[in-house]
Nanobody, 120 residues
Framework: QVHLVESGGGSVQAGGSLRLSCAASGYTYSNRCMGWFLQSPGKEREGVAR???????FYFDSVKDRFTISQDVVKNTVYLQMFALKPEDTAIYYCAAGTMIWARCEYSDWGQGTQVTVSS
């Protein structure tokens, strides 16, 4: 089965940057995809971005052109580069893996999450 491990979270001041990583194992099937989500205290989980094995990307409107998703296919690792961080970006960030169904990534596996804290 698939195992996902996030890393790269931490505490930064507003305006700073972070690069999150998600390493996947047992994840070699075709048409695979990976994505990033966030969850703030007391709020529902929110999508951030996703990328397919072919390299197509999708960003949720909340990203506002500040985050970039990328991948290393050989290493089965996906990244989230975060710029101009704001206090409202504070959340637990999760990576997920799944299968592309047309233009949609259907997620089946989730990581444990990594904490991002942005101070004002």
């Amino acid at each position: 089965q698939v195992h996902l491990v996030e890393s790269g979270g931490g505490s930064v001041q507003a305006g700073g940057s972070l690069r999150l990583s998600c390493a996947a194992s047992g994840y070699t099937y075709s048409n695979r995809c990976m994505g990033w989500f966030l969850q703030s205290p007391g709020k529902e989980r929110e999508g951030v971005a996703r990328i397919s094995i072919a390299g197509s990307t999708f960003y949720f409107d909340s990203v506002k052109d500040r985050f970039t998703i990328s991948q290393d296919v050989v290493k089965n690792t996906v990244y989230l580069q975060m710029f101009a961080l704001k206090p409202e970006d504070t959340a637990i960030y999760y990576c997920a893996a799944g299968t592309m169904i047309w233009a949609r990534c259907e997620y089946s596996d989730w990581g444990q999450g990594t904490q991002v804290t942005v101070s004002s």
